[in-house]
């Protein structure tokens, strides 16, 4: 084994396959801070030079690209608060705040280096996993992956930051978007109102750009003003390095959490690093858990460890069990069976040489993306400090490029924009929106392992195995604590404060209406109870509507439906309750109403674009409108709207040409291009 791995290092580090590794950490690098394209478009503009290339060097470029991605990708999340994969919305949670407070490159410092540890710590599970991974993964049968769903569920109300109900209502939201289109264990297509474009369900790519980066979109360009306060980046790699190695106990479990995501077939990226900061915030301190979605450098260091320990945790079972966990596997997978390298357990005795080359591309990888990402953090900090709509122009053609990918249907740009409407008002009135994408990510697999473990075990055979019997107290352990410390520290300020009791019913407390997700003027009071009554009648109407199904197709989605509307309509009693007698705040009421004004007119921009791309294409579409936005709204000199849309419409075409990148085709574009 010694053997195997020295003479897979001698291998990498010839000059010409450590150049192709070189170059497949720079194109990770560049695709992953597009918004919106990750790991899988990566390896796809690579793999048509895997057929002309050595195995080594094959494997070494593929592996670069993979290794590094979900490193850059926190660039946009962090610095603009638009995801640059749907894995890396959690990084906006404590990373966008800080970029917001001018601590941009200390928060870019901390995902770097957690990133190269996570992907480093993830290239030494992979080798550990030779041996063990076979046993262990075998061990976990449907029963352990269903309450490995329900625990990453769970976690709404540990991310729900003091809101608790309202991210019980967001996760439920979640989990029935998450159950559009064909049902896992029927014949039937659900929630799809007769269009065949909903009949493969909502692309997460999208779900995860309408409802956080056009939502950020929305608000910041109604403000009109840089992301960050202030004039500077503030305090840099330095701090950043020192909050690594202050919490580095949050590195090793982060990088845990992520090997074993990606192990678990439908789990992935996206939860995994969710799980990560759940697990972070559960095991902090108690006086230090209110410090997370603030700025906080443990909600960055746990989730994007776990983002790069992810795609190592994916390489076990495609390489040992020939099953990929995810595309960009799927992608490596086809890649070694074009060299007659067929993945299974065979490979560790045949082809160990091959394992231990994928091993180090890795951890080399992982170190040359983070130092590459370390020299550009500086000036790509500034960003953050740029006036949002001079950035807003490219953006808005950016995210809509970036949704179209997946699907490639145009009706996809109208749930983007629908799903950003819903994100904003989520956003403005306290309804925290982590908990919505956990649901959504997690629907599927949630109902496909039930109907796994209810076919093959009675209840009583699966509920008493040990590792459901171990996640269960994992899950109820800490919501009892939770309870008991809620009921105490409830009763010591009624003793205290006896007024206050009357404030202050069974649900979220005064505090929760303070929601660490919303920026600007919060929405008032009855824009809040408008939003639950508008979640309730969605619940209502989805159990009307699941009715009308087969009895596999509709159980979950009925039981989803119920349990959405119980939670909103107690979330409606409870502010109902609280707010009567409560005199409206007239300030406050001005203040949204003009706020309310420059997000209409925000968003009408947003719908004029896709009104031109459905008319003229993306490309027509984005030549006409970015020169009049940034005239209009960025108020830009001529010279430099020029230069700015020549730049993104060079940049569009070369990811169209060289990327395989698809741009949206409008009604009128054949005829424009014929005359």
Known sequence: MLDAALSALGALLDPTTLAFLVAGVLAGLVIGIIPGLGGTGAVAILLPFVFIIEPHQALALIIGAVAVVHTSDTISS?????????????LMLDGHEMAKRGQGARALAIAFLASMAGGLLGAVGLTLSIPLARPLVLNFGSPELFMLTVLGISLAALLSRGNMLKGLVAGAFGLLLGEIGAAPAAADYRFTFGTLFLNEGLDLVAVALGIFGIAEVVSLVARKTSIASGSGIGSGWGTGLRDVLRHWTHVLRGAFVGIWAGVLPGVGATAGTWMAYGQARATARRKGKNKFGKGDPRGIIAPESANNSVEAGDLIPTLLFGIPGGAPAALLLGALLVFGIEPGPRMITDHLDIIYTIVWSFALASVIGAALCFLCSFPLAKLSFVRFPVLAGGLVVILFTSGFQESQQIAVLQIMLVLGAIGWLMKSTGFPRAPFLIGFVLSVPLERYYYLTANLYSFSDWALRPGVLVMAAVLVIPLVLAAVRWAKARTARTAARPSAGAQSPAGDTPADEDDSDADGTAAPPGWTVAVTGGFLVVFVGGFLLAQGYSEKARLVPTLVCLLGAALAALALAVQV??????????????????????????????????????????LLAALVFVPVFLWRVAQLRPHVIATYTAVLLGVLLLLQGFADIALPVGYLTPAILVA
């Open 78 to 90: 962090v610095l603009i608060g638009i995801p640059g994969s749907a894995s890396a919305t959690v």
């Open 577 to 618: 309750y609280r707010r009567r007698g409560t005199p409206p705040d007239e300030t406050q009421a001005k203040a949204w109403r003009a706020e309310l004004g420059w997000v209409a007119r925000a968003f009408a921009w947003l719908v004029g674009f896709v009104v031109l791309v459905y008319v003229l294409g993306l």
